[in-house]
């Protein structure tokens, strides 16, 4: 979706309203009322990223047009990915939670968020959802929002390291592998720094374009980016590829990784022999494309793994195996723990994606 695209799709649901709104309109408004529930093992940068540009738009207004709260599940402050804690304003085990009154509440969690089973909290968001209150997911949240039931019809996004697994888990859902989508009274983002991404459209779309503008440079953001852009780079820039069918070949693989494919069917593809391809493959990856076949897919099956509770079997048919004894034995050499083990250690060790260098298929990986 282009830049105006997206601010007359966000205007369309604020309601009718000049961009640039005068000085008169932005005092004339009651301020917005914005909660951030914290769950276990959140990103501190997708947090950040989302509040920050809330006390930037206030700055730079000269007057309080977001207030915003910090929520907790329980009394006991979350612990961020990085280990800081944030102490909460209001905790969902209070019996005054429901008294609080938001607009928008925006889930944010990271780790593995298919781990979190609080049905106080999922109970509390659906009542948000009666309410009227916008609901936003940042990261994992959105998966926080899904199993709450507050997602039904509504596209969404969360972090790509969580797609697959939500894909399996919700099969009903339109999930989209972006970095931020509004629909309706429904938000979500991708983490990271995608959350300054949908707060400069949120912010545009509620006080114009050029407080929106200030805000970005407040914290240099010299590239907005709209929310149907890739969460993650292009293989030619993530690989430093510099042929143009090999890059091409690098992301049908990607795409088609569960699907039977030789070195012929991808060069044909590419328009390119099967042996030049194989040799870019050697020359520029240091590797073969099976190898490369092969990394993607147990790498696809290790977050399955993690963040899905489908039986082995069926992690390693939607990876692109073809059973489970040879899944087992292949990862097991590959990663030195079985695919039963790898999940309950994973169960008790959450780690963030937006905080873990993600490991990239290609050299030094074997069949």
């Known amino acids: 979706m282009h830049r105006a695209e997206r601010v007359l799709a966000a205007v369309a649901f604020f309601s009718e309203r000049d961009i640039n709104m005068s000085l008169g309109d932005v005092e004339a408004r009651p301020v917005r009322r914005i909660g951030f529930l914290l769950i276990e093992n959140f990103s501190l940068m997708s947090f950040s990223a989302a509040v ?5 738009a206030n700055v730079l207004a000269e007057r309080q047009l977001y207030s915003w709260t910090i929520i907790a599940p329980s009394t006991t402050a979350a612990a961020s990915s990085s280990g800081a804690r944030l102490s909460p304003d209001m905790v969902l085990s209070s019996f005054a939670a429901d008294r609080w009154r938001f607009d928008d509440i925006f889930v944010c969690a990271g780790g593995n968020p298919a781990t979190f089973e609080d049905q106080t909290t999922f109970a509390w968001l659906r009542r948000q959802a009666r309410r009227g209150t916008r609901l936003g ?7 926080i929002l899904a199993r709450a039931g ?19 888990a919700f099969p009903e859902i339109d999930v989209r592998p972006t970095l931020f989508e509004i629909d309706g009274d429904r938000l979500s983002c991708a983490g ?7 707060m400069h459209a949120l912010i545009e779309a509620d006080y114009g374009a050029e407080l929106a503008r200030r805000v970005s440079e407040w914290f240099l953001q010299t590239s907005v980016r709209t929310g149907d852009g890739s969460q993650r780079m292009e293989p030619s820039a993530r690989f430093n590829v510099h042929s143009a069918p090999l890059a091409a070949a690098l992301m049908l693989l ?8 030789d070195a012929s069917i991808l060069a044909k593809a590419v328009g390119i022999s099967a042996r030049h391809l194989q040799r870019l493959f050697l020359n520029q990856l240091g590797t073969t494309l099976e190898r490369h076949l092969f990394a993607i897919r147990v790498e696809h099956a290790r977050q399955l793994l993690r963040q899905s509770t489908l039986p082995v079997l069926d992690v390693a048919l939607a990876s692109g195996f073809l059973s489970a004894s040879h899944f087992s034995r292949v990862y097991r050499a590959q990663f030195g723990i079985s695919p039963r083990h790898e999940r309950y250690a994973r169960a008790s060790h959450g780690v963030s994606p937006d905080d873990r260098k993600p490991e990239q298929p290609g050299k030094g990986t074997h069949q």
């Not at 997911?137 to 998966?143: A, D, E, P």
């Not at 996004?157 to 894909?167: G, L, N, P, Q, S």
């Open 254 to 261: 990607q795409r088609r990784y569960a699907e039977p494919i």
């Open 192 to 198: 990271g720094i995608a959350s300054l991404d949908l």
């Open 150 to 168: 507050v997602m039904s019809c509504h596209r969404c996004t969360i972090h790509w390291e969580h797609v697959a697994a939500f894909r399996e």
């Open 137 to 143: 997911g940042v990261s994992g949240g959105t998966w």
């Open 52 to 56: 920050e540009p809330l006390r930037a």
